[in-house]
């Protein structure tokens, strides 16, 4: 079976690991580098701790097992030379500020637990003893051991350094044209700035350009993008030990407002930095660093860990989510063109979600019955039309 | 002995009359004069090298000279990643050098 | 009257905001320094006077008359240790203060028109050893020795490319040092040919070339060794630099087997030219060149509407091709005319300056094959102890093309300089030099924090920068 991949991201890089080690014949083609998008522009979040009871959370705890054992995979997949993906299970601290988002922090995560999340109560003095440079003036935390976090450039680079050791082959610098569809209008194959590639399946994986990939192949996706911008502070000694985030950032996850929506996040890297997020905005691909929204979430940021007002902000950058309308990844076939697949739509929630999403996806191509029915995150779905 | 302040006596542009400071460096009184740079009253005490990596822990100083290298950064009155090339020094101020924070972190399991 | 804001008050700065007052616009000047000058007129501060200093400067009158006419003019408001850390849809933010400072006072300016004149710094090529202390680059020496007199040695070797190698062995003799011999890669046949191939490019640039000559005669006078086809390629020492290796090299800068000799030094300059100080450009939206300089127009008008720029940013050219194209810059950004009398002759000498400068530029460029005097162990990103094997390493276990992901990799390019020192050097090793078709080719100079702050200084509020009244 040969099968094509659009998109060298983490998805991409995660479906290719998947099918190649299931014999399929893979192939690869970004029109940038690897991991040039939107996996190059994020935090590498593994979380369960902001998604509700649900299909998604299901998949993310598929998922954040199969990063579990990643590394001693990878190990044996492609050395140990390989620079390290810094996987690391840190756990996350989502904090309330006030009485009533204590409340509704202390509900959301009862339904969690009932769905199967470690999610621990905590009260401000317990969080402090977590986290303590948290502000004296919080009111509650809940504490989820199981969030974890990755390197996401070098998990998709790892990725697909696996993918290849099992044959796949990866084509950078080539974009995708057009469609190569049989009479009945199977698709099979593409053509490209380089010559055409057929194949058997087409797997779309182009993160928040992936309605246009869908376009140049003459499908309808509703998938676009929405911009994210991050803060990166200068290497500091350690004094966050968790991924701290406030409760305003599940509404933000969840939320369809087009306008503007900061919350704060705040993590230390392996590396030793520290990283500042996050911002929410539907305004197209327009990558430029608005200097009101940093402002925003340093003040943000501030308010939850004071200490950090005389850190140094070294660099902002900014990315573009995968957006889709319903908030859920787009996995599955595309309902009108056979042939074409769907790995995209992620949001935030790419890097954690992408080993699932992979095996799930691969497992339904080779004809396995997948751990997860796709059926909730079909590209068909009435809840993703409109515009993305 | 080098670098070295380049002796008033001896310099060819005719220094004029300068004002005496003092800062602490990691506790230790060291002198200079008002308008010099904190590498500058560094340089000019002997000191070549005040920054270790965090990584390797190699020995920086000053490099570039001119804010662009950040391999001179010091702790000044506690406040961490100034440029010593770039700060003027004031009477009083408490230097402390970057030491290398622990090694990082990765593939850390719970 | 319209208000004109220039960033950078080196020669070109300067100059541009005296022609926009000329032109008739009301003028801010913002340095990140505490004093105007620029690299150039690096000088001591006014707490350290002394009665010759000139003797250290080249235009010292020239910068007088400059900094005497801006600062006596009310229309003209001259902002220094003011650190442009960003510029956003034309709203440039500003921290004004002691440099890395906390709570700094937040301007923002939205000025009628913007002159850039951010300059360049010492681009100096890894080298084994490089990161010993006792290794400055040459302008940093200069700078020591101009603004601080700080002699940064007894017995220095200082080595790279480029005439700009000469006025750092002056300032090193200025200040006490002994200097060894200045090793210059290029080959005198290549130097030869560029001089001398069309002298007729010699005559508007007399007074250059006049300076040139007084630097060879320094040389002589203090018997410094001016050695053409040869580099420094290795620095040894323990816990500072002892002493360097000078080779040979061919027209490529490939170190010559067997060339090898060792001198006793106690310091070392390098200079291989400059890298042009282009975040601030690529924040404003302004398109680069090919050879990633800002784009200008006969009108030193960038790619972007009322956005100018001059001096080394748009080409390597030197002071006074900086200081003509600053005039031409600030007149034109104040809404004078090209066409106008007075700037026709700043026209033609701007023509011949720029000849001159690419000659030197063809003369002095780096050699594609000076890698091959680092070893494996040799550090090439500073900051983050990136190694040549490390980064090697990372593009053959992933065959990676992208070069934001080996940055992301290996960490190099991460560190507090982010890029500045290493970018270019990283960029040629992986053989990843601006691939147009790739969205990474200006990755290495874009910083849209151009400068780091403090977070508390991000969160604060900002003014309206003061208009002059």
Redesign the interface.
Known sequence: MKVLIIGAGIIGAACARSLARRGATVTVVDRGAVASGTSAACEGNLLVSDKAPGVELELAKYSLELWGSLRDELAAEIGTAFASIEYERKGGVVVASDEPGAEALARFADSQRLAGVDARQLSATEARVLEPELSASIASAVYYPEDAQVQPTIATEALLASARAAGAQVVADTSVTGALRERDGRLVGVTTSNGSIAADHVIVAAGPWSGDVARSLGATLYVGPRKGLLLVMARMPQRIWHKVYDTSYVGAVQSDERDLQTSTVIESTASGTVLIGSSRQNVGFDGSIDVAVLREMAAKAIRLMPFLRDASVIRAYGGFRPFSRDHLPVIGPDPDVAGLWYATGHEGAGIGLALGTAELLAATLVGESPRLSLDPFAPGRASLRGTA | M?????PAS??????????PITILVNGDPVDG?????L??VL??SDT??WRT????G??????????????C?VVVNG?????A????ARAGDVVEFHLA??P??????? | MSEVVVIGAGPAGLAAALAARAAGSRVVVLDASDYVGGQYWRHLPPERPARHESLLHHGWSRFQSLREALEGDSGCEVVTSANVWAIDRGRIHVLVGEADGVDRETRVYEPDALVLATGAFDRVLPVPGWDLPGVFSAGGAQALAKGERVAVGKRVAVAGSGPFLLPVAESLVHAGSGVVGVYEASHAARLARQWTTRPWELLATSAKTLELARYASTLARHRIPYVTGHAVTAIEGSERVESVTVSAVDGSWRPIAGSERSLEVDAVCLGHGFTPRLELAIAAGCRLTKDRFVDVDDEQRTSVASVFAAGEITGIGGVDLALVEGSLAGHVAAGGRLSDPAMRRLRLRRHALSQFAQRLGRAHGIGQNWTTWLTDETIVCRCEDVTLARLRAATDSTRSSGLRSLKLLTRAGLGPCQGRVCGRSVEAILGRVSDSRSADSSITDRRPIAVPIRLGELAAVERPGSVVE
């Open positions: 080098s670098p070295r302040l380049v001896d310099d060819p542009i005719g220094p004029g009359a300068t004002t004069v008002l308008g010099q740079t590498a500058g340089l000019a070549l090298s990596t965090p990584l390797s190699r020995r920086r100083g000053a490099f570039c000279g001119i804010g662009v290298c950040f391999d950064l406040q961490r990643d100034v440029r090339c770039q700060r003027r924070p622990a990082p972190r990765s593939d850390r399991g719970e």
